[in-house]
């Protein structure tokens, strides 16, 4: 392809003869390793945009968290004409709907759940829809036309929970930023040429693979019919700026007109697109408040997104996220960093547009980045919430790319390379109760677990019970895999991301990642065990309703060795444990230490622990130790947590962290630079994840109050962020009772 | 009641194991008791009876927890990292000069693994190992609660007199500190004492910066738990208008002004 049009001059390289956005990165990126001082605030016509939209929002909250829904439309690529918000101010443009904040259909997941969250909602899916559902078949009746009962009594009990079986996996990030490079009609022949390199004798792989293919062919075709329908032409490369950004998301928008995931996510777009933005300033064709004017209302396309969700999916899935999780920073193998002025202009939304749970801005951090944008993200954090951070030394050394991206909350994809299935997460907790109670789940005595002998009474022994326990991780990791299986066997058949899938590598690697929450209850709960005396307290029925625990324990958060190393023992066997077993297209088995909101959920369906958390009580967040038991500061606290082993847990490990503002020093200046150190030290012991939160415990109490007065007031949940005023009463209050880390 | 007044018995305090020092907590993450990121470890026990005591449950001399030197050596080395180019360790307390021999001990252990060392004192002991001691403090914070020596009596049950000799004594040794100050409405905050306080310090040359730290309730629930009487219950913290009339003040003395 031509590397000169008018007005671009790229760098040839390998990218001119092949898919290579990486090569095209490489070759013509300019690092900044400057500060912020170049910034801009919005323009005239992003301010009016804004309140166009800030209006809709307000609506949407007053609504009950939605503002209208097509009952009629089964959402795909092309069923929607175009939609604006204002169009003579829109510089960027597309919806995922005919109109803003209008929530549509996406059944292929599960019709039931679709059906239920339209009831909600006081309406009605169409019987036109509903008939469809007749003749054919959807990935959740699938699903558990599969399953067996050991599954079933798993997911039931609590032990697995949250899978992706009545909705869509999603996490499967796609190379968005193709279009922009190749244009359609270039990735359509790739393909075209990938589906011709299938051949030979055919197998169950091939003829999939087959399949797929011509799938991704027709939604690169879609793609440009949508495309058209904004009176764009994307079958060619994009040709200035405003194309780059306007073309990087209508294939996003693509992904998210057809699916959705649980979590959608962007990748690593920023400096790629500041490449065309750096030509554009060169060039004089723009200024930098044009250049913030792309930036600005792309990210606030990315605020709009919405899919249709159930009440129920909100005890998961807290603040009716999407993850449009975009990773900006990190440093290049080579040594030179990825940090852009476009990677600040990101950041400067948060400022632009104010504050914001969407798009998931992640930090990719190294020790190397510029100070200058070390310092801004800081300054960011503080002033905002809004950033979570990530290790980029240790990703890029141990996964192998430096062109990656991060899929939902915490877990590393390289871009158009690779790909994930989700598995949400097994409760641990809960399985160390059946442990404790002969392979029965504690609340009514049904036998989940069988072959669990039944303990002896009186004082737990520590070396009988981390037997039982390993017994029963093994039996949970081999239900486990069994279901994940099945999951994504029925996802690709029945509901395959077809979409984000053309903009990936035909038959790309897949990490399976399975997920475990509660760690923190475990490591507490041996240790009081080993170095306590537990006794439990058993009901007629023989289970477990309580523990006696006489004497004192180390807990996980203080940096003290003798339980540390119990959180960190127990997820090298469980992912061990995992590893055993066969997963779906051969995927890689990896582990996260997350809960999203999960743990509210999981704390109120869990019976009380040897740790001393009573029944009912919710779990910690994430690998975040207990609340409140964590008495040495923050510091013991990070310790303890950087001392969980990334190579045992791969998918991520999240730790959720609040300071108020004070404790990180007296004034900005102080606060920023000892944050900076914090996230320094942090990282280079080798931990991987932290969302910073630094607020006032009396602002959150006020906004629980007043909400009303708090409309963009955004925290940092596990792995990703809400809007604290969309959560429930129940998360908010948990939060709100969360570490505080605070100087005495 | 006020806490009772306890005699000072090296015994008591020290106990009879010099490696053990009596401590009440220890903060990982310190960003206000000296520079940068700091471990702070508060010890037990105190002779001041301030009345906007903050930490009311440091004073009692046989309460406490005992921590050995060795141990907070490898929980300071566990930090490391985080202390950076400006952190380091600091002891507060509590008087921190009641348990000054052993600190000499662990502040030499600190100085043999490079970490930087601060003593957030009230300069209530002076003696040669006191003397000893601040030769191994990279940073004093000192508190000179009042220049008054009456209302420094009533203020804190003890006059002033030993804290200004530790801090002349400091700036014979041209070694830095920092001066601190908690200004409290009605009790601190006397135009002409502040004024006389910063006339006091004015020449002095190691006197890096001034922190006046604005007095404020969040000790309070500690006192009631203690069941003591805590007669500055109903004072409200200074506005912020008064805090800035008294950095005025110092600030026609003193370079660097902070406002905690």
Same mark, same amino acid.
Request: net charge negative.
């Given at each position: 392809m031509e590397s000169t049009t008018e007005t671009l001059y790229f760098k040839p390289g390998n990218w001119n003869n092949a898919i290579d956005v990486y090569d095209f990165v490489l070759q013509n990126i300019t690092p900044y390793e400057g500060d912020q001082s170049f910034l801009v605030g919005p323009s005239e016509k992003t301010k009016t945009l804004w309140d166009v939209c800030k209006d809709s929002l307000l609506q949407e909250r007053k609504n009950n968290g939605c503002l209208?829904?097509?009952?009629?439309v089964i959402s795909?690529?092309?069923?929607?004409g175009p939609g604006y918000i204002n169009k003579e101010n829109e510089v960027i443009v597309g919806l995922?709907?005919?109109? !803003?904040?209008k929530r549509a259909m996406k059944?292929?997941?599960?019709i039931k759940l679709v059906e239920s969250a339209v009831a909600e909602r006081g309406l009605k899916v169409s019987d036109e829809v509903v008939k469809i559902f007749n003749y054919a078949k959807d990935h959740n009746q699938a699903v558990f036309s599969a399953y067996d009962s050991e599954i079933r009594a798993y997911r039931s009990k609590h032990?697995?929970?949250?899978?992706?079986d009545n909705y869509a996996r999603g996490r499967i990030i796609g190379d968005f930023r193709r279009i922009a490079l190749y244009g359609i009609d270039r990735l359509i022949e790739a393909k075209k040429a990938d589906f011709a390199a299938v051949a030979g004798e055919m197998t169950d792989h091939k003829v999939r693979l087959r399949e797929e293919i011509s799938e991704q062919v027709k939604a690169l075709q879609d793609m440009k019919i949508m495309a058209n329908s904004y009176?764009?032409?994307?079958?060619?490369?994009?040709?200035n700026a405003q194309e780059a950004v306007q073309f990087t998301y209508l294939a996003y928008l693509s992904a998210v007109k057809e699916q959705d995931g649980a979590a959608m996510s962007l990748g690593n777009v920023s400096s790629f697109l500041d490449i065309y933005i750096e030509n554009d300033l060169k060039s004089g064709l723009i200024t930098e408040e044009e250049a913030q004017e792309f930036i600005d209302q792309f990210v606030m396309k990315l605020r709009l997104v919405r899919h249709l969700r159930p009440g129920a999916y909100d005890e998961i899935f807290?603040?009716?996220?999407?993850?449009?999780t975009e990773a900006i920073g990190g440093q290049l193998?080579?040594?030179?960093?990825?940090?852009? %002025?476009t990677s600040f202009r990101f950041l400067q939304t948060l400022y632009n547009l104010g504050?914001?749970?969407?798009?998931n801005l992640t930090i990719l951090w190294s020790?190397? !980045?510029?100070q200058g944008f070390k310092d801004f993200c800081a300054q960011v954090s503080i002033d905002t919430s809004s950033l979570q951070y990530e290790n980029d030394d240790l990703m890029r050394t141990n996964?192998?790319?430096?062109?990656y991206g991060i899929a939902c909350c915490v877990s590393y994809q390289k871009i158009g390379k690779t790909i994930q299935h989700f598995g949400a997460r097994a409760n641990l907790p809960k399985a160390l109760l059946m442990a404790l109670n002969g392979g029965?789940?504690?609340? %009514?005595?049904?036998?989940?677990?069988?072959n669990i002998p039944q303990m002896e009474d009186g004082i737990l022994n520590y070396d009988s019970v981390m037997n039982m326990f390993k017994i029963t991780l093994a039996e949970v990791a081999r239900v486990y895999a069994k279901s994940m299986y099945i999951i994504h066997y029925m996802h690709d058949k029945y509901y395959y991301e077809r979409a984000q899938m053309a903009l990936i590598d035909s038959d790309p690697n897949i990490d399976i990642a399975y997920g475990a929450a509660g760690i923190s209850i475990i490591a507490d709960s041996l240790s009081a065990i080993k170095y306590a005396k537990v006794t439990p307290v058993r009901n007629d029925i023989g289970l477990t309703v309580d523990f006696n625990i006489e004497g004192d324990f180390p807990k996980f958060g203080?940096?003290?060795?003798r339980v540390d190393s119990i959180a960190k023992e127990i997820t090298t066997i469980f992912i061990d444990e995992l590893r055993k077993h066969m997963a779906y297209k051969n995927a890689t088995p990896t582990l996260s230490l997350l809960t999203i909101t999960s743990n509210v959920m999981y704390g109120s369906n869990t019976g009380s622990t040897p740790d001393g958390r009573k029944g009912g009580e919710p779990f910690a967040?994430?690998?975040?130790?207990?609340?409140?038991?964590?008495?040495?500061g923050a510091i013991a606290s990070l310790n303890s947590v950087s001392k969980l082993n990334y190579e045992d847990a791969q998918d991520g490990i999240s730790y959720t962290f609040t300071m108020v503002p004070k404790s990180l020093g007296s004034d900005k200046e102080e606060q920023v630079s000892n944050l900076t150190t914090i996230l320094d030290s942090y990282f280079d012991r080798n931990a991987h994840h932290l969302n910073v939160n630094v607020l006032d415990k009396e602002t959150l109490m006020d906004a629980y109050n007043h909400p009303e007065n708090y409309p963009q007031l955004t925290i940092r949940v596990s792995g990703y962020a809400v809007n604290?005023?969309?959560?429930?009463r129940a998360h908010q209050l948990e939060v709100i009772t969360r570490t505080f880390h605070d100087a005495m | 009641m006020y806490f009772p007044q306890q005699e000072y018995i090296d015994d008591s305090i020290d106990?009879?194991?010099?490696?053990l020092l009596r401590i009440h907590s220890i903060e990982t993450? &310190?960003?206000?008791?000296?520079?940068?990121?700091r471990m702070v470890v508060f010890v037990q026990g105190c002779q001041f009876r301030c009345?906007?005591?903050?930490?009311?449950?440091?004073?009692?001399?046989?309460?406490g927890t005992f921590i050995s030197i060795e141990e907070l050596i490898e929980k300071a080395l566990h930090q490391k990292s985080y202390f950076s180019k400006k952190g380091g360790v600091t002891v507060s307390g509590g008087e921190p000069l009641l348990q000054r021999e052993k600190l000499i001990h662990f502040f030499d252990r600190l100085h043999e693994n490079g970490i930087h060392t601060c003593l957030d004192s009230n300069g209530r002991v002076l003696d040669s190992k006191t003397e000893q001691l601040l030769e191994r403090t990279d940073l004093l914070l000192l508190d000179?609660?009042?220049?008054n020596k009456d209302w420094h009596k009533k203020l804190? &049950?003890?006059?002033?007199k030993t804290t200004l000799r530790v801090a002349e004594y400091r700036e014979s040794t041209g070694k830095p500190m920092w001066l601190r100050y908690v200004l409290v409405p009605g009790? /601190?905050?006397?135009e002409e004492y502040l004024h006389e306080w910063g006339q006091h310090f004015? /020449?002095?040359?190691?006197?890096e910066r001034v922190e006046i730290i604005p007095f404020h309730q969040m000790g309070k629930h500690k006192w009631e738990i203690l069941g003591l009487e805590y007669q500055l219950a109903d004072t409200l913290p200074p506005t912020a208008e008064e805090v800035n009339k008294a950095a005025e003040i110092f600030r026609l003395y003193f370079k660097n002004v902070k406002i905690k």
């Open positions: 209208s829904i097509d009952t009629n795909n690529i092309t069923s929607f995922q709907t005919d109109m !803003l904040l059944p292929f997941g599960g032990l697995l929970t949250g899978l992706p009176g764009i032409d994307i079958a060619v490369p994009a040709s807290g603040g009716d996220p999407t993850w449009v193998n080579d040594g030179r960093t990825k940090v852009t %002025k504050a914001s749970p969407e798009p020790k190397n !980045l510029p996964r192998g790319s430096d062109d029965r789940e504690e609340d %009514k005595g049904s036998v989940v677990i069988r203080n940096d003290d060795d967040p994430g690998a975040n130790p207990m609340h409140g038991r964590d008495v040495n604290f005023v969309r959560l429930s | 106990a009879n194991n010099p490696d993450l &310190g960003t206000h008791d000296g520079p940068g990121i009345l906007y005591c903050q930490n009311p449950d440091t004073l009692d001399i046989h309460g000179v609660k009042h220049i804190t &049950g003890l006059k002033n009790w /601190s905050d006397q004015t /020449s002095y040359k190691t006197v």
